[in-house]
């Protein structure tokens, strides 16, 4: 059973260009979740989508971000515009049904954007 | 957005020895109270995690200590092992499994 994939691991972008992360979440889990991780800093939440829908938005920059997942494919957090301090790593998260809350979230092996 | 406050930022504790790792937190509405191993390059992964219902639990060689009138929980990690080295957060975690993360303790033992 294939973990939480996320691609591309490495991404390189100039100023002004778009980053396009994708993520796999694990077999039979139906929620996932962005996370972005600053240099020495915590996780930070940034978004949390169930197929077709955008549950919670709230850690997700207003202007430039966006984040979809849809029925078929993996989700995709979207950076318009990237600045330098868009570098990060990004990581998706995935979890079952509600319900089954206990505190485990799977996490895939991040995205690192750098921004020149 | 909810604080967790995360201490030591880093530690360095020899072969053998106990690494305590204390979180402290603000809103009272949590479900579980988990703690992350993060290795270097790698996305974090469940360690240990505990409900607020109960105030101690122990996985083999790690141990959480909650103590809800407080508001804080710590990690314990008994005869700690060089292969235990990495980045620990505490996190909470209240409705739709969605975690809030502690700032993280980079931990290095020493041999």
């Known amino acids: 059973n294939a973990g939480v994939m996320q691609n591309p691991r490495h991404l390189v972008r100039r100023r002004g260009q778009e980053a396009r992360l994708r993520c796999s979440p694990m077999?039979?889990?139906?929620?996932v979740y962005w996370y972005r991780q600053l240099p020495e800093e915590g996780l930070k939440f940034m978004v949390y989508l169930q197929k077709e829908n955008i549950i919670d938005e709230s850690g997700m920059p207003k202007e430039r971000f966006s984040a979809e997942f849809p029925k078929e494919g993996p989700s995709i957090l979207r950076i318009q515009q990237v600045v330098r301090g868009d570098s990060a790593a990004y990581f998706c998260?995935?979890?079952?049904?509600?319900?089954?809350?206990?505190?485990?979230?799977?996490f895939g092996e991040g995205s690192r954007l750098t921004v020149l | 957005q909810q604080q967790v406050k995360q201490s030591p930022q880093s530690l360095i504790v020899q072969k053998g020895g106990i690494s305590i790792i204390n979180c402290a937190y603000e809103?009272?509405?949590?479900?579980?109270f988990p703690w992350y191993q993060q290795f270097p390059g790698k996305g974090p992964a469940l360690l240990i995690a505990i409900r607020p219902d109960v105030s101690e639990k122990k996985e083999g060689r790690f141990t959480i200590s909650f103590n809800k009138s407080a508001k804080q929980f710590s990690l314990h990690i008994m005869d700690s092992q060089p292969g235990d080295s990495a980045t620990y957060f505490c996190?909470?975690?209240?409705?739709?499994?969605?975690?809030?993360f502690g700032t993280g303790t980079r931990l290095q033992v020493t041999l």
């Open positions: 077999k039979g889990h139906s929620h």
């Open positions: 998260a995935s979890s079952p049904l509600l319900g089954q809350n206990t505190g485990e979230l799977f």
């Open positions: 996190a909470v975690t209240g409705t739709a499994s969605k975690l809030t």
């Open positions: 809103n009272t509405a949590f479900d579980y």
